[in-house]
């Protein structure tokens, strides 16, 4: 019956085919009639570059993998007049295209494909029986959709042009169409889940060491069976592919590899994906909890060979590690794959850490392509602008195409503009800034700094900024960076103020080059209150030693006498920076040091006595009632720093109570970077049994500042991503909760939250390091806000152990700059510290940090996160794009300028 429906269908498509031929006939004559009946015997033939091919030719071409004989056994009876099958129906290749996979998969074998509704005269396929069909076409022209014989598509006359042919005539005339290259497959969803999991599927586990795989009704179920080795179990992936009908994936469709799983509470909590050929980074890793929940694992695979194979084969899972114990299980239930990070956050359900660069922020500078000519205009001088946060080696003379540039701030604050000199023969110039003015002749303070070049390796990097007061030289082919650093008051006029870049050749004392630079100022103030609390730490002992104490060497008894001033002259500079050094000069209760307290920049200062409390101390001074700037007192035991060992905890325990015992409002730091187990008397123990907390809960015992560095915010689910590490493990996790939710938990009690910068982590980290990229001074301080962190401290600004101007290192690896945020004024003949690019960016991220709690006040919590999640969403996904970032800056305070006009 089937038959013969089909049978009748076919006739009545090859009569309207007639109909449709001899009306275009009318228009265009033809050479051969069309005929109405296509003889059996070429039914099935291909039109393949004039050859014939048999139906079960094509199908073998289509699917190598079949046994020739199996193909001819199980071929099904093909209908009698068939329209024959456009080019896209062949099963041919495009020249060129060899080897591209289908889009469509092929059935399991022995599965019917489903008769598409309204093409009955479609035919019956299965896997190794009809010939296989390409999902795409690959000619331009009448096409066939797979298990589809509908007519072909008219051409855009209307017209179908039969073609002349000495074979036998077919009932479909093939218009003359030009050969188009088969379109590559997309990455689809189609392609990258494997969860099909029945009696064949599981085959594609094999290779098992120490691990038994099992079918279950939740998935696949690997088992840890004991023993000393490592335990894993291969996913091949072609086989898999074979069994189901998928098509294989590239390697470089597989970066992010996806698992949906659980285990038992013997799993450990760590989970790694090797290539099929392990060796050193050929892996990815994470860690998830043991709750026995389904949770998305995500193996990041971007540095191996893997994803940089031509086809996807297999990989190995190693699924737990041997700190799991004999009966752990693992269920898996789909295994998804993608190539890029957003892709797989979004199928884990993790979209919140999804970074979505908004591409309408932008900048539009009216100056960026302002060219000025000067008077004796050098051609073979570039001057170009870059961001702040862009930092150049000497080596690089690449201009970015700004020629000029306009600074954008608020009152009260600074910013600088960073410009950038590269000639092509040595040169010694001098350079000269107009006054930043306005139309009412009022101006914004400025100095000029050049970037000084410390020898990494081989290399020149920038960091420290020394003022620039004369003539400086610039060898061929190499840059020089410049910063503008502009300062505004808080009475400062909102407008725009104008200057002008003037570039002398100081040999002739011609003007070379010029340029245009501006600064708008907003129309809000930000307050001398500062939000975000700091403790630098100055090693004053090293301020006196870098200079001499030769009194020849300074050009009068007052320039000498200000080597009495260092401490002070290091401590007010900070201010500028709106950081509060740990120690004030002369102590707290000093008279100086009560200014310092009442100074509203000011927002930590240590007190060292544990045996009496700074209050106790100015009662006896004849203090009568609390000053309101108690709050600023922090205790900071150095001894107890870092703790990781068992003295560490005992004194920390102790030094706590004498504070509370002579302070009971006594506000207590101390840098955490590790997790032990600890009893109750501060001894350290290895195992959780003989212990009663962890060292996070050991230390909330006896602080109330807590400060992690910030992997301890990293979320569970994002530490698949290279290189990431977290503070607490998973089984931290489900016996305290994580350590954000442990820390919020005392933060709504009344406890602070601080985070510190130090020589690691570092990438996927950002860090305040030389060779760290420019803008992770400002992420850093956007991801604190982020998170809730109120307070900052860093260990060191001026730890010079060595000649820190030409050796950067105080640490063994890549640590440049680490304890070094500073740098002698001896060298320049000054009294106070020279600024770094590195310090400059803190103090543009701590504004920033700033005028996000203002617009906080204005516009709530979410409006804030909103914005900041432009930039980063997390401590591991972040933005470093120096134009972005300043875009994002800029609409930060547009948006504040407008929240404060209401």
């Given at each position: 019956?089937?038959?013969k429906r089909i049978?009748?269908i076919?006739?009545?498509?090859a009569?309207?085919l007639?109909?449709t031929a001899?009306?275009?006939g009318?228009?265009?004559?033809?050479?051969n009639?069309?005929p109405t009946?296509?003889?059996a015997?070429?039914?099935?033939a291909t039109?393949?570059?004039?050859?014939?091919?048999?139906?079960e030719?094509t199908?073998a071409a289509?699917?190598?993998t079949?046994?020739?004989e199996e193909?001819?056994?199980?071929k099904?009876?093909?209908?009698?007049a068939?329209?024959t099958p456009g080019?896209?129906?062949t099963g041919?290749e495009?020249p060129g295209?060899?080897?591209?996979?289908?889009?469509?998969?092929?059935?399991?074998?022995g599965t019917?494909?489903?008769?598409?509704?309204g093409?009955e005269?479609?035919t019956?396929?299965?896997?190794?029986e009809?010939p296989?069909?390409?999902?795409?076409?690959?000619?331009?022209?009448p096409?066939?959709?797979?298990g589809n014989?509908?007519k072909p598509?008219e051409t855009?006359?209307?017209n179908v042009t039969?073609t002349?042919t000495a074979q036998?005539?077919?009932?479909?005339?093939?218009?003359?169409a030009?050969?188009?290259p088969?379109?590559?497959?997309?990455?689809?969803?189609?392609?990258?889940?494997f969860g099909?999991?029945?009696?064949?599927?599981?085959k594609?586990?094999?290779?098992?060491?120490?691990?038994?795989?099992?079918l279950?009704?939740?998935?696949?179920?690997l088992s840890?069976t004991?023993?000393?080795?490592?335990?894993h179990?291969?996913?091949n992936?072609?086989?898999?592919?074979?069994i189901?009908g998928?098509?294989t994936?590239?390697?470089?469709?597989?970066?992010y590899?996806?698992?949906w799983a659980?285990?038992?509470e013997k799993?450990d909590g760590?989970?790694e994906?090797?290539?099929q050929?392990?060796?050193?980074g050929?892996?990815?890793?994470?860690s998830?909890?043991?709750?026995?929940?389904?949770h998305?694992?995500?193996v990041?695979m971007?540095?191996?060979t893997?994803?940089?194979?031509?086809?996807?084969t297999k990989?190995?899972?190693?699924?737990?590690s041997?700190g799991s114990?004999?009966?752990?299980?693992?269920?898996?239930?789909?295994?998804e794959i993608?190539p890029d990070?957003?892709s797989?956050?979004?199928?884990?359900?993790?979209?919140q850490?999804v970074?979505?660069?908004?591409t309408?922020?932008?900048?539009?500078?009216?100056l960026?392509?302002?060219?000025l000519?000067a008077?004796?205009?050098?051609?073979?001088?570039?001057?170009w602008f870059?961001?702040?946060t862009?930092?150049l080696?000497?080596s690089?003379?690449?201009?970015?195409?700004?020629t000029g540039?306009?600074?954008?701030?608020?009152?009260?604050e600074?910013?600088?503009?960073?410009f950038?000199l590269?000639?092509k023969?040595?040169v010694?110039v001098?350079?000269?800034?107009?006054?930043?003015t306005n139309?009412?002749?009022e101006?914004?303070d400025?100095v000029?700094?050049?970037?000084?070049?410390?020898?990494i390796n081989?290399l020149l990097y920038?960091?420290a900024?020394?003022p620039?007061?004369g003539?400086?030289d610039i060898?061929a082919?190499t840059?020089?960076?410049f910063?503008?650093?502009?300062t505004?008051?808080a009475?400062?006029?909102a407008?725009?103020?104008n200057s002008v870049i003037?570039v002398?050749n100081n040999a002739?004392?011609q003007?070379?080059k010029r340029?245009?630079v501006a600064v708008k100022v907003?129309?809000?103030?930000?307050?001398e209150e500062?939000e975000?609390?700091?403790?630098?730490a100055?090693?004053?002992n090293y301020l006196g030693?870098?200079y001499?104490?030769?009194?020849?060497q300074?050009e009068?008894?007052?320039?000498?006498?200000?080597?009495n001033y260092?401490?002070?002259n290091?401590y007010?500079?900070?201010l500028?920076?709106?950081?509060?050094?740990?120690?004030?000069?002369?102590g707290?209760?000093s008279?100086?040091?009560i200014q310092c307290?009442?100074?509203?920049?000011v927002t930590?200062?240590r007190?060292?006595?544990?045996?009496?409390?700074?209050?106790?101390?100015?009662?006896n001074?004849g203090?009568t009632?609390?000053?309101?700037w108690?709050?600023?007192?922090?205790?900071y035991?150095?001894e107890?720093d870092e703790?990781?060992?068992?003295a560490?905890f005992?004194?920390?325990?102790?030094r706590?109570e004498q504070a509370a015992?002579?302070?009971?409002?006594y506000?207590m730091v101390?840098?955490?970077?590790r997790?032990?187990w600890?009893?109750e008397?501060?001894t350290?123990v290895?195992?959780?049994?003989?212990a009663?907390?962890?060292?996070?809960g050991?230390?909330m015992k006896?602080t109330?500042?807590?400060?992690p560095?910030?992997?301890?915010?990293t979320?569970?689910?994002?530490?698949?991503?290279?290189?990431s590490?977290?503070?607490?493990?998973?089984?931290?996790d489900l016996i305290?909760?994580?350590y954000?939710?442990?820390?919020n938990?005392e933060?709504a009690?009344g406890d602070?939250?601080?985070?510190?910068?130090?020589?690691?982590p570092?990438?996927p980290?950002?860090n305040?390091?030389?060779?760290?990229d420019g803008t992770e001074t400002?992420?850093s301080?956007?991801?604190?806000?982020?998170l809730g962190?109120?307070?900052l401290l860093?260990?060191?600004v001026?730890?010079?152990?060595?000649?820190y101007?030409?050796n950067t290192?105080?640490?063994?690896?890549?640590?440049?700059g680490d304890?070094n945020?500073?740098?002698?004024?001896y060298?320049?003949?000054?009294?106070?510290?020279v600024?770094?690019i590195?310090?400059?960016?803190v103090?543009d991220?701590?504004e920033?940090?700033?005028?996000l709690?203002?617009?906080?006040?204005k516009?709530g919590?979410?409006a804030?996160?909103?914005?900041?999640?432009k930039?980063?969403?997390?401590?591991?996904?972040?933005?470093?794009d120096d134009d972005?970032?300043h875009?994002v800056?800029?609409?930060?305070?547009?948006?504040?300028?407008?929240?404060?006009r209401?």
């Amino acid at each position: 019956m089937r038959t013969k429906r089909i049978r009748i269908i076919a006739a009545l498509i090859a009569f309207a085919l007639i109909v449709t031929a001899v009306l275009a006939g009318c228009k265009k004559p033809t050479v051969n009639p069309v005929p109405t009946e296509k003889p059996a015997e070429t039914e099935a033939a291909t039109d393949n570059g004039g050859e014939t091919t048999p139906p079960e030719e094509t199908a073998a071409a289509q699917d190598p993998t079949e046994n020739p004989e199996e193909t001819a056994s199980q071929k099904t009876e093909i209908p009698d007049a068939t329209p024959t099958p456009g080019p896209s129906e062949t099963g041919s290749e495009e020249p060129g295209m060899t080897g591209e996979p289908s889009l469509t998969p092929t059935p399991e074998p022995g599965t019917e494909t489903e008769e598409p509704t309204g093409t009955e005269g479609a035919t019956e396929t299965a896997t190794g029986e009809a010939p296989a069909t390409e999902s795409a076409p690959a000619t331009e022209g009448p096409t066939a959709t797979a298990g589809n014989t509908e007519k072909p598509t008219e051409t855009a006359t209307g017209n179908v042009t039969p073609t002349p042919t000495a074979q036998a005539p077919t009932a479909t005339p093939t218009p003359e169409a030009t050969p188009t290259p088969t379109p590559k497959p997309e990455y689809n969803e189609a392609l990258n889940v494997f969860g099909s999991w029945d009696s064949d599927t599981v085959k594609a586990f094999s290779n098992t060491n120490q691990t038994k795989v099992t079918l279950t009704d939740e998935g696949i179920e690997l088992s840890f069976t004991g023993g000393s080795g490592d335990p894993h179990v291969d996913f091949n992936v072609t086989k898999y592919s074979q069994i189901t009908g998928k098509n294989t994936l590239a390697g470089s469709a597989a970066a992010y590899i996806v698992f949906w799983a659980k285990g038992n509470e013997k799993c450990d909590g760590s989970f790694e994906v090797f290539t099929q050929t392990p060796k050193a980074g050929d892996s990815g890793t994470c860690s998830y909890n043991i709750d026995g929940a389904w949770h998305p694992i995500i193996v990041e695979m971007t540095a191996t060979t893997l994803v940089r194979q031509t086809n996807l084969t297999k990989f190995r899972i190693d699924w737990t590690s041997v700190g799991s114990q004999n009966g752990a299980k693992m269920v898996v239930k789909k295994i998804e794959i993608y190539p890029d990070r957003n892709s797989a956050l979004s199928a884990a359900g993790l979209d919140q850490y999804v970074l979505n660069i908004d591409t309408s922020i932008t900048d539009n500078d009216p100056l960026a392509n302002t060219v000025l000519t000067a008077p004796n205009e050098d051609s073979t001088l570039s001057l170009w602008f870059e961001q702040s946060t862009e930092k150049l080696k000497q080596s690089i003379t690449k201009s970015s195409g700004r020629t000029g540039y306009t600074v954008k701030m608020a009152k009260n604050e600074s910013e600088n503009a960073q410009f950038f000199l590269s000639p092509k023969s040595d040169v010694t110039v001098r350079i000269e800034v107009d006054p930043f003015t306005n139309s009412s002749g009022e101006t914004v303070d400025f100095v000029v700094l050049f970037e000084y070049y410390h020898k990494i390796n081989t290399l020149l990097y920038p960091d420290a900024v020394p003022p620039l007061t004369g003539p400086i030289d610039i060898k061929a082919n190499t840059s020089q960076g410049f910063l503008i650093q502009l300062t505004t008051k808080a009475t400062t006029k909102a407008g725009t103020y104008n200057s002008v870049i003037h570039v002398f050749n100081n040999a002739t004392n011609q003007e070379i080059k010029r340029a245009a630079v501006a600064v708008k100022v907003w129309d809000f103030a930000l307050s001398e209150e500062t939000e975000m609390r700091t403790a630098f730490a100055v090693w004053y002992n090293y301020l006196g030693n870098s200079y001499s104490s030769d009194r020849a060497q300074y050009e009068s008894d007052e320039q000498y006498a200000q080597l009495n001033y260092l401490d002070v002259n290091c401590y007010d500079f900070f201010l500028r920076y709106r950081i509060s050094v740990t120690d004030i000069p002369s102590g707290i209760t000093s008279g100086r040091g009560i200014q310092c307290m009442l100074n509203p920049r000011v927002t930590a200062a240590r007190w060292g006595n544990y045996e009496y409390s700074v209050w106790t101390d100015l009662k006896n001074d004849g203090y009568t009632e609390k000053p309101a700037w108690l709050w600023k007192i922090i205790y900071y035991p150095g001894e107890a720093d870092e703790p990781r060992e068992t003295a560490h905890f005992v004194s920390l325990k102790s030094r706590a109570e004498q504070a509370a015992a002579t302070d009971p409002d006594y506000r207590m730091v101390i840098p955490l970077e590790r997790n032990l187990w600890i009893k109750e008397d501060g001894t350290v123990v290895s195992n959780r049994q003989a212990a009663a907390y962890d060292s996070v809960g050991f230390v909330m015992k006896y602080t109330n500042i807590y400060c992690p560095k910030l992997d301890a915010f990293t979320p569970r689910e994002l530490t698949f991503v290279k290189g990431s590490s977290t503070l607490q493990t998973p089984e931290h996790d489900l016996i305290y909760g994580t350590y954000v939710d442990r820390v919020n938990a005392e933060v709504a009690k009344g406890d602070e939250l601080w985070t510190y910068i130090c020589i690691n982590p570092t990438q996927p980290y950002v860090n305040w390091q030389i060779l760290s990229d420019g803008t992770e001074t400002i992420v850093s301080l956007w991801q604190m806000k982020q998170l809730g962190v109120t307070g900052l401290l860093y260990w060191g600004v001026n730890v010079w152990k060595v000649n820190y101007w030409d050796n950067t290192t105080n640490w063994p690896g890549p640590a440049q700059g680490d304890g070094n945020l500073i740098y002698s004024g001896y060298k320049f003949r000054i009294f106070e510290p020279v600024s770094s690019i590195r310090l400059e960016g803190v103090r543009d991220g701590i504004e920033d940090y700033q005028m996000l709690c203002m617009l906080e006040k204005k516009l709530g919590t979410e409006a804030v996160q909103n914005l900041i999640s432009k930039i980063t969403t997390s401590v591991v996904t972040y933005t470093n794009d120096d134009d972005y970032i300043h875009a994002v800056r800029v609409r930060l305070g547009d948006m504040l300028e407008q929240a404060m006009r209401g």
